[in-house]
């Protein structure tokens, strides 16, 4: 595919739109539904709301770091944009969904990059009740709160949550509990990306929980399904001395 026509995405902060506003002189721009690609010039939340506005228009997205991490971006140069996009490595990423039912019977639903995070809204610990597939894998799991994360978001709050990280093209999902109390010595669990995860919050208005996704967030909730909503695919364009693969990889090798 040849990228002619792009339309330039950047984020509020100074440094990324000044460059948004050189790079659009360079190469102009278009609007969205004129366009070959999309350029998102910022960080990784940036990205996120990017990537999360991609599930309409399935335009490819190459993102330039004009943020702090940037572990979606690609470095910001000028020059050769257009050679770039050219050579760059395809990405595919489907994203999760998420569909909550709070404890008032009000249903929602949310799609995510990343994770999906539950985390308990008081100073008591959640209580969850663990399904895979329909079928209950753990009657109470006593925490902070749970993940789960895609291979694209296992390097982020999963990680940090001491979950484990799953290499690009592995087609599983992390579910990682967030300071889990009973049982104390359970790590979490490696998924086949295409079950379905149902976690039951109980004593829901006692111990009070909330549901994200990504930035999506859904307060007081008592049911919760997550699964991969595989209809939707992105495409994420990344140099290829910079891929995220590569990324992934070497997050498992830094100390």
Not at 84 to 96: D, E, I, S, T
Not at 105 to 118: D, F, P, Q, T
């Amino acid at each position: 595919m040849s990228f002619e026509k792009l339309h330039f995405v950047n984020s509020d902060e100074e440094d990324a739109y000044n460059a948004s506003l050189r790079m659009r002189q360079l190469y102009g721009n278009v609007e969205i539904k004129d366009a070959d690609a999309m350029v998102v010039l910022g960080g990784d939340g940036t990205m996120l709301e990017t990537l999360h506005s991609g599930f309409e228009n399935g335009l490819p997205i190459y993102g330039m770091n004009r943020g702090t991490i940037g572990f979606l971006m690609n470095q910001y140069k000028e020059a050769g944009l257009k050679n770039r996009l050219n050579n760059a490595k395809v990405v595919k990423l489907h994203p999760l969904e998420m569909l909550t039912e709070d404890i008032h019977g009000h249903k929602s639903r949310a799609l995510c990059i990343n994770e999906v995070a539950l985390l308990r809204q008081t100073r008591q610990a959640a209580k969850l009740r663990i399904s895979i597939d329909q079928q209950v894998r753990m009657e109470e799991l006593i925490c902070d709160g749970s993940l789960i994360a895609t291979p694209a978001g296992s390097t982020a709050y999963n990680l940090s949550a001491h979950g484990p990280i799953i290499p690009l093209g592995t087609d599983l999902l992390a579910l990682t509990p967030i300071s889990a109390f009973r049982p104390r010595r359970w790590r979490g669990a490696l998924l086949p990306a295409h079950v379905r995860i149902d976690l039951e919050i109980q004593e829901a208005e006692k111990r009070p929980v909330s549901a994200v996704a990504d930035y999506t967030e859904v307060r007081n909730v008592k049911n919760v399904i997550v699964s991969q909503n595989r209809d939707i695919t992105l495409s994420l364009l990344f140099d290829p001395e910079h891929n995220l693969e590569d990324r992934i990889l070497n997050e498992q090798f830094v100390f």
